[in-house]
């Protein structure tokens, strides 16, 4: 008896005494992919281009850095990750954040609000969009900061400062206490010793990336084929998820559809062509389907004659089917768009059914385009092309980038359809992508391609692309590179002078959202008027998802579906945290090292 | 007492002259060299390529600050003046630097052996970049070659001597159908065909430069591993260039064995192994070293989509990122590596030649004389 006590008695001692085993950890691997960089271009530095943001993306960085909150479209609500309370305070001056108390970084430390503060100290000298609204980030008390608005409370701040990952005060520490005494000297933004302090940031390399996500990773985890994100015992949803590991194999689109066809991939969240989807549902993939957000739509340069002619550009909107030319560019990853007031598909709770019905639809009608083309003054000439009254043809090139599926089948369709039109469109296709981007932004060009619409609950965010980021009636003073689509901001409409760029701006601002659905209303039926850009296709992300490694994805119809693909709502996080997935087959028994 | 000075005393001119003279001659007799005359040729090319390429990376449309103010003001709904504020934050370049002060910084910097650092990755060296990536382009595309390279000559010569037999008509069309497809191609057919449909290998098994389980060292299983997952990208190389080798072999062996000496050799009643080997190979071999130079000198540039298809960590895969997002001070550091290497070869591959054949040493000293 005695010496059964005795090693009951050691052994409770060495319990007591030997350091915490590493705790029993959920097995099993999420098989998934991301274009990561390798070292030493791969850093833990998420202020920096080469760090988490472009290395895990806005899906699997959400899984080591928790945003404070999560949103679902479908309701319009935002769930707790790493706050545990939110909301504007009694005033309106300010909005709070209140952090989960049980909250605790990867190393055991809690989370308090000078993570916080550290966090937006550094934001703000890297010229974050959050200190548009703000101005202040004042600490309350240790699991509460309060951010001060410079004007207006908004619902867009709102969104903004509950999507931002909340990095470690621990690790940004001293770099944020330079950029607090920075603020507080009063120094300017375009200062030297602001530039130097942004390059020292940009330049800082973490040793060891602190989590509160449930995974973390260390640059050993990073190897040429894929990245190994390991699980982690400290934070609020290590006793949730169901996966040990997440593997994320490195490469686009064209790595990867390989890997899913040989089963070695159980879910992706890349723009396939239809032709692979066939392969994939071929071998018994199941494919899911949820909002991208945006479309694609076609630019035209207004400093070009005729496309400085309104009925011109509606007549182009009747003469292409626009059905057609979704089926062309992504098969059934694209449909026609609803409306073509600027708005993708998705926002239907951003406009009011009044202004939704008065909508023009475009639908497509060559009778209609020809009388609009003869408003304008142009008439067929014998070989059935339009030319106006000196006899021009319409001869224009249509840049296009050739690297992306999507935006190169739109562009060559709608070309195919205006020239069966009467059109004289030669095609004109560019890569890298950012060459069609410089043609757009500098004027250089007359017709060409990109996306309309935004993963975004507001419609200013819906209406910013292309009418604002391509044209730049501002910005050109100041950079005559910056010609963009030269649409004018500034006009009369209906007898009244009005300033669009000021009226998106504005039409998500405050905190009334029938207001600004209103304010959202009256731009999109401008935008549906004048037509400054033409939308062809509202996009669709259709994911594949090999449901033998891997279980749990949200049946069709799921509500959880309605959140863009891509996004930082993506399904997939709220899955994994939630531990609602769960490894099969294969990916059950695999674990790195195993 | 006298002192004898230390200082020597001042040489007259006639004395000066009389030491300049010999060091001019040694100069002259230097430059006039064709060894001398090569190497400064080679250093001039590599630095006319440096120039050109800094210039031709800048006039490249879109530039990586660009490519971050749109996606800035796409995701974060800023105006232009934020985005640019924010993204030169982001990267190491001054946007508004005239071009010609940067470009004589980047000579001084080169000059001290500093390749600067990468842009689209603030704060990191680009020698580290190469470095850490070259050693894996070398081996796999080396290897690719060497292997290439050799079998194509044994082939090529083997055809051509028994010209018009089936090995010659077989491996002609062979030869031909391969040096007719390129070589993403053929990566592609490996993946899809050998490992998605035939599944004779995993096709994620076989991705990177080696197994991520296995411990990096000098060990068997490590290099075993780096082995393995050299295979595929080895493979690829060799089919892809192989059919060029067997082609320009036979072709050369063929005018070889027309050769008056060929005739004489075999007259004079040489085996036919000597004949094949000290006669027909050697010479038939002289017009395929200068394109294995010029090969070799390109192993560094490696094969962009066949890296990438293979996710293998070669320095072509490290191009084609920085040629996206416009790196401009990693694209530079390659085409300099490239460029360098390229020059070396053909350097190599000139000297070389007048070893194999003694009819370049005589040429040499002829023009000399």
Redesign the interface.
């Known amino acids: 008896m005695k010496r059964l006590l005795a090693v009951l008695l050691v052994l409770t001692i060495l319990v007591g005494v030997l350091p915490a085993a590493a705790q029993d950890g959920p097995t099993g691997t999420f098989l998934g992919t991301w274009p990561y ?5 791969h ?1 833990f530095n998420g202020f ?3 760090g988490p943001g472009d290395n895990l993306g806005a899906v699997y960085r959400s899984l080591v850095e928790l945003t404070p909150a999560f949103y679902m479209w479908a309701d319009g609500k935002y769930e707790p990750l790493l706050a545990e309370s939110w909301g504007f305070t009694d005033d309106n001056k300010a909005y709070f954040i209140t952090l989960n108390p049980e909250a605790k970084w990867s190393n055991g430390t809690p989370v308090t609000s000078d993570d916080v503060i550290a966090t937006y100290a550094l934001g703000r ?5 959050q200190f ?1 609204y703000i101005n202040d980030v004042v600490k309350v008390d240790d699991h509460t900061v309060n951010f001060v608005f410079s004007g207006e409370p908004s619902l ?1 701040a709102e969104r ?1 400062l509950l999507k931002e990952y909340i990095v470690s005060n621990e690790t940004y520490g001293e770099l944020a206490q330079e950029a607090l005494d920075l603020i507080a000297s009063g120094a300017a ?2 200062s030297e010793e602001w ?1 130097a302090l ?2 020292k ?5 973490p040793e060891q990336y602190l989590a509160t996500g449930p995974y973390t990773y260390t640059l050993d985890d990073v ?4 990245l ?1 994100l390991k699980w982690q015992p400290n934070s609020l949803f290590s006793d949730k998820v169901k996966f040990g590991e997440i593997r994320l ?3 686009e689109t ?2 990867t559809a ?2 899913i ?2 089963g ?2 159980a879910h992706s969240t890349n723009v396939y062509p239809a032709s692979s989807v066939e392969a994939f549902e071929a071998q018994g993939i199941r494919m899911i389907t949820l909002p991208r957000g945006y479309g694609v739509a076609l630019l035209m340069n207004h400093d070009v004659y005729p496309f400085n002619i309104k009925e011109v550009r509606q007549a182009m909107a009747h003469a292409i089917n626009r059905e057609e030319n979704a089926f062309i560019t992504a098969g059934f990853g694209a449909e026609a768009p609803k409306y073509m007031g600027g708005i993708y598909a998705l926002t239907e709770t951003l406009l009011n059914q009044e202004d939704i019905d008065a909508l023009n639809p475009y639908e497509y009608d060559l009778d209609k385009a020809a009388a609009l083309m003869e408003q304008a003054g142009f008439t067929r000439n014998a070989d059935g092309k339009w030319v106006d009254a000196e006899g021009k043809t319409i001869s224009v090139e249509y840049k296009f980038p050739s690297e992306f599926v999507d935006f190169s089948g739109a562009a060559q369709n709608a070309t195919e359809q205006l020239n069966s039109f009467g059109f004289d469109i030669s095609l004109r296709g560019m890569q ?1 992508f ?2 069609v ?3 757009i ?1 500098s004027g250089d060009f007359q017709l060409s391609v990109w ?1 309309y619409g ?1 993963a975004s609950p507001f419609a ?2 819906h209406f ?2 292309p009418v ?2 391509f044209n ?1 009636p501002e ?1 050109v003073k ?2 005559p590179n ?1 010609k963009g689509m030269n649409f004018p901001m500034e006009f009369e409409y209906n007898g009244e002078q009005i300033d669009l760029n000021t009226m998106i701006n504005e039409a998500s601002t405050g905190l009334d959202v029938e207001a600004q659905k209103e304010r959202a209303g009256v731009v999109a039926r401008i935008i549906n008027d004048l037509l400054p850009f033409i939308p062809l296709n509202d996009l669709i992300g259709i994911e594949p998802v090999n449901e033998e490694l891997l279980g749990g994805a949200p049946a069709d119809g799921d509500p959880i579906l309605a959140n863009p693909a891509g996004s930082g709502d993506h399904y997939v996080i709220w899955g994994i945290l939630q531990g609602t997935m769960f490894p099969q087959g294969a990916a059950a028994e695999m674990m ?2 195993s | 007492m006298s002192v004898k000075s230390t200082v020597p005393p001042a040489a007259s001119p006639v004395r000066q002259m009389r030491y300049l003279k010999p060091f001019r001659q040694r100069v002259g007799e230097a430059l006039s060299s064709y060894t001398a005359r090569v190497l400064l040729q080679g250093l001039f090319t590599v630095f006319a390529v440096m120039t050109f390429t800094f210039f031709l990376v800048r006039l ?4 990586p600050v ?3 103010i ?1 996606q ?3 995701t ?7 985005a640019r ?2 993204a ?5 370049m001054d946007l508004n630097a005239p071009v010609g002060q940067q470009y004589l910084t980047y000579v001084q910097r080169v000059l001290r052996g500093d390749l600067g650092k ?1 842009i ?6 680009v020698a ?2 190469i470095w ?2 070259l050693p894996w382009t070398l081996f796999s595309v080396g290897l690719g070659l060497l292997v290439s390279f050799a079998l194509g000559v044994l082939i090529g010569a083997a055809m051509a001597y028994w010209r018009g037999g089936i090995l010659d008509n077989v491996m002609t069309a062979v030869a031909s159908i391969l040096y007719s497809i390129p070589e993403y191609i053929i990566a592609l057919l490996i ?2 065909v050998a ?2 449909q035939l ?1 004779l290998f ?3 098994e076989l ?4 197994n ?2 296995v411990a990096p060292g000098f060990t068997l299983e490590f290099i075993g591993s780096i082995l393995k997952h050299a295979t595929l990208p080895v493979i690829t190389y060799v089919l892809a260039t192989i059919g060029g080798w067997i082609l320009a072999m036979k072709s050369s062996t063929i005018s070889t064995l027309g050769e008056d000496y060929i005739t004489v050799a075999k007259a004079r009643g040489l085996s036919e192994r000597r004949v094949l080997t000290a006669y027909v190979g050697r010479n038939a071999l002289l017009p395929l070293v200068t394109r294995l130079s010029v090969s070799i000198g390109l192993v560094v540039g490696g094969s962009v989509i066949v890296e ?2 293979f ?3 070669g320095l072509g895969r490290q191009l084609l ?1 920085a ?2 997002g ?1 790196d401009y001070t990693v694209m530079q550091g390659i085409f300099l590596i490239i460029a360098i290497s390229v020059v070396a070869s053909t350097i190599i591959a000139d000297l070389m030649l007048g070893w194999l054949d003694p009819r370049v040493r005589v040429g040499q000293k002829a023009t000399k004389g």
């Open positions: 960089v390798l070292p030493p271009n850093h920096a281009t080469g000298i890297m010229g974050w969009s548009t867009l903004l933004s375009d530039t942004r390059t940031i940009t330049e800082f390399r190897n040429d084929a894929y190994t194999w490195a490469g064209e790595t390989p890997l066809l040989s070695e991939l890298p950012g060459e981007v410089t043609a932004r996306s935004a200013s965010r910013f692309g604002q980021r730049y910005t100041i950079d910056f790195s090292g | 490249m449309p879109g530039n660009d490519i971050k749109d800035l003001m796409q974060q709904g800023l105006t232009y003046e934020q504020s924010q030169a934050g982001l990267f190491d990468s689209l990755s603030a704060g990191t060296p580290d970049i850490r990536f993946i899809l490992g998605v599944q995993q096709v994620g991705r990177g430069g080696f991520p389980d990438e298809l996710q293998y960590p990122r040629i996206n416009r």
